[in-house]
C-alpha cells in the first residue's frame, strides 16, 4: 500500500479556489506512473486543515477518492508546517488480532453468560 505526504499547499492557477481533495489528487497522479490504491495527507486550505484521504488509484487524477479522517489538530499555519515532517512511521500498520483469539473471547462470553442463566433457574 502507498501513503502519500503532498507538501504543495498553494493552488497558484487559482488562488480563489480552494485546494481541495480532487486538486491533491491530481497533483499525485501527476507524478505517479504505477496503478495502485494508497492513502494520502493534504492541507485543505478551505477547511484550514490536513485530511487523510484514500484513493483507489494514486496514478488516475479521476479515480474514486474517500476522505478517512480531519486532523483537527493540524489547523492554520501550525497544521501547514507539521505537515513536511509526516515520515514513513506515520503510517506504520497496526496488527490486527488474529481470529482464533477473537473467537475464544466470543466463546468465552457466550459461556459465562450461559452460566450465569443456568445458576438463576437453578436457585
Known amino acids: ?46 477547511l484550514n486543515l490536513a485530511r487523510l484521504v484514500f484513493s483507489t488509484d494514486l496514478g488516475d ?22 505537515i513536511p515532517t509526516f515520515t514513513a512511521s506515520n503510517f506504520a500498520a497496526v496488527p490486527e488480532p488474529s481470529s482464533f483469539l477473537l473467537i475464544a473471547a466470543a466463546g468465552t462470553f457466550c459461556a ?3 452460566t450465569r442463566r443456568r445458576k438463576r433457574d437453578c436457585d
Not at 500500500?1 to 481533495?21: E, H, K, R, S, W
Not at 487524477?61 to 507539521?82: C, E, F, P, V, W
Open 1 to 46: 500500500m502507498n501513503a502519500i505526504v503532498l507538501q504543495t499547499f498553494d493552488n497558484d492557477a487559482n488562488p480563489m479556489t480552494p485546494f481541495g481533495a480532487g486538486n491533491a489528487a491530481s497533483l499525485i497522479a501527476g507524478q505517479i506512473t504505477s496503478s495502485d490504491p494508497g492513502f494520502f495527507i493534504y492541507f485543505n486550505s478551505g
Open 112 to 114: 459465562c453468560g450461559y
Open 61 to 82: 487524477s479521476t479515480a474514486d477518492l474517500k476522505i478517512l479522517a480531519r486532523m483537527t489538530n493540524l489547523t492554520g499555519q501550525a497544521g501547514r508546517d507539521a
